[in-house]
C-alpha cells in the first residue's frame, strides 16, 4: 500500500485544455477526482497540490480562477500560488517593444513542494501533471536521496514530453474520457452550503 500525492501543474494543464474549443468545459475540472484516476489498488490519494498564479492585471479572468479555486478549497485540495513578472520583449514582425507578463515561481514551487513532502515522507509515489522539463532536477534529486520513492508524470493532453517519460518511474496518459469523468457539476454545492456556479464561458 502506497501513500500518493499528486502535483498539478496549472497552467501547463488549462493551457492544454484551452488550446481546442472542445475541450473547453474541462476547465471545470475537479482535480481530486481526476487525481483519484491515478490510485490503484490498496494504493490512497494523501494529497493534491495545485500550483497556480492569478493574472491581477484581468478582473474577468481573476474572478473566474478564484471562483474556481473556492471549489478546489472545497475538495481539501491545497493551492500553491507563483507569480507574475511584467517582462518586455522585441517583437519580430513589427520590430516594437511591448510588455507582457511572463509565470514565475510554478516550476521551482513544484520541485521545492516534491523535495519538502519527501522529506517528510508524505508520499511513496508521487504523480506530476506537467510536461515541464525544468522539473527534471528536483525527480532526479529526491530519487538520488529517496531511492525507494517513485514519481510518475501525466503529460496534459496533447502535448508531448518524451524527455520527462523517460525519466519518470512511471507515466499515464491523459484522455478526453479521463476529463470528461471528472468534471464539477454546473452547480456545485458546497460543505457551508452555499454554491457557485460553472462559468458561462466554460461549459
Not at 507574475?84 to 522585441?90: A, G
Request: charged share 25%.
Amino acid at each position: 500500500m502506497a501513500k500518493i500525492v499528486v502535483f498539478v501543474d496549472g497552467f501547463k494543464l488549462y493551457h492544454a485544455i484551452a488550446v481546442n474549443p472542445t475541450y473547453h468545459r474541462y476547465k471545470w475540472l475537479n482535480l481530486k477526482k481526476f487525481a483519484s484516476l491515478y490510485v490503484h489498488g490498496r494504493d490512497t490519494l494523501e494529497g493534491v497540490l495545485y500550483f497556480t498564479t492569478l493574472a491581477t492585471w484581468d478582473m474577468a479572468k481573476t474572478s473566474r480562477h478564484k471562483l474556481y479555486i473556492r471549489a478546489f478549497e472545497n475538495e481539501g485540495i491545497s493551492i500553491v500560488y507563483g507569480e507574475f513578472k511584467r517582462k518586455q520583449k522585441h517583437c519580430r514582425l513589427c520590430h516594437k517593444d511591448f510588455w507582457s507578463f511572463e509565470e514565475k515561481q510554478t516550476d521551482v514551487n513544484i520541485a521545492l513542494s516534491l523535495f519538502q513532502l519527501a522529506v517528510a515522507d508524505r508520499y511513496d509515489k508521487a504523480v506530476i501533471i506537467s510536461g515541464d522539463t525544468d522539473l527534471l532536477p528536483a525527480v532526479k534529486a529526491v530519487r538520488s536521496t529517496f531511492p525507494a520513492k517513485q514519481i510518475g508524470v501525466v503529460i496534459p493532453i496533447g502535448r508531448a514530453s518524451e524527455d520527462f517519460k523517460k525519466q519518470a518511474d512511471f507515466h499515464y496518459k491523459m484522455r478526453e474520457q479521463h476529463l470528461a469523468s471528472c468534471r464539477f457539476d454546473d452547480v456545485l454545492v458546497l460543505k457551508d452550503k452555499s454554491t457557485i456556479a460553472c462559468p458561462a464561458t466554460w461549459k
